[in-house]
């Protein structure tokens, strides 16, 4: 069995997912409740028991909301680089010395048969990450947080199977929205997240003919709808595009449910 994942929950509200091939098992932050991260993985016939360690992308509360209580319930070792740690710990209550691990950026580690790459991103957090999934010849990427695509983080999760892609916000949305200036100015900014239109102007640099889906993520429910951050864009991709160019099948991701279980070697 290869490369199989699910993202539990997606958006300002909270982020989590699962990735697992036969012998590894991971979440990737836990920016839910621990009640509703075990009622979402229940959903998905998984309990929490199975998963090797949790990996934090970065410290903002949609991201570890319930890191501390999933951590210390079923005594997971938690992976985050330095800088990360040292604004965790006043968030997240005690861990055990012995989960307290440390995954600096651009490192690579091994649970079971799953391969982990982290990557840096720019966004307002100590040192955030996002983090590529490798087993044999598949490749998943998540990347969402962004205030920008970099060269270097399109370099890292160019040609990926599939991609978990952050498409928060509609520009024109964000600038009407009830939101003080201030905020809206980090949100657009180079440390905020990425929009729609950015989000489809990246695809084009990153998708390959082997890019079969993606899941546009971290969506903002005050300030994006999930038909028109897919509308936006499938648009930039198809304006690109010649007829018979292959096209990845674009994906919803959702603040309230998990996504179905997606195995990366399935048309």
């Not at 938690?78 to 006043?90: G, H, I, P, Q």
């Not at 490798?134 to 490749?139: A, D, F």
Request: negative net charge.
């Amino acid at each position: 069995m290869g490369i199989r994942f699910t993202v539990l929950g997606s958006g300002s509200t909270g982020n989590a997912t699962v990735v697992t091939t036969e012998e590894g098992k991971v979440l990737i932050d836990a920016g839910l409740s621990a009640k509703k991260i075990d009622q979402l993985m229940k959903e998905r016939d998984m309990s929490l028991s199975e998963i090797d360690a949790i990996l934090v992308t970065h410290e903002h509360a949609d991201h570890i909301k319930g890191l501390g209580a999933v951590a210390r319930k079923y005594n997971l070792p938690v992976y985050a680089n330095e800088k990360t740690w040292s604004e965790l710990d006043r968030h997240i209550g005690e861990i055990a010395e012995a989960n307290r691990c440390v995954m600096q950026t651009g490192e690579v580690r091994e649970f079971g048969s799953l391969q982990v790459e982290s990557y840096g991103i720019s966004h307002d957090a100590a040192e955030p990450v996002g983090y590529c999934f490798y087993h044999e010849e598949e490749k998943l990427s998540v990347a969402t947080d962004l205030g920008y695509m970099s060269s270097k983080v399109k370099e890292k999760i160019q040609d990926s199977d599939v991609l978990v892609l952050e498409s928060n916000h509609d520009i024109e949305m964000l600038r009407m929205g009830r939101y003080p200036w201030n905020i809206k100015r980090r949100i657009l900014s180079d440390v905020g997240h990425l929009s729609n239109e950015a989000a489809g102007h990246a695809l084009l640099d990153v998708m390959t003919e082997r890019t079969k889906r993606v899941y546009l993520a971290h969506l903002s429910r005050d300030h994006n709808l999930m038909d028109l951050a897919r509308l936006t864009v499938n648009n930039i991709v198809e304006d690109r595009l010649a007829p018979d160019d292959h096209r990845p099948k674009l994906m919803d991701t959702y603040h309230d449910r998990a996504t179905a279980w997606d195995r990366l070697g399935e048309e």
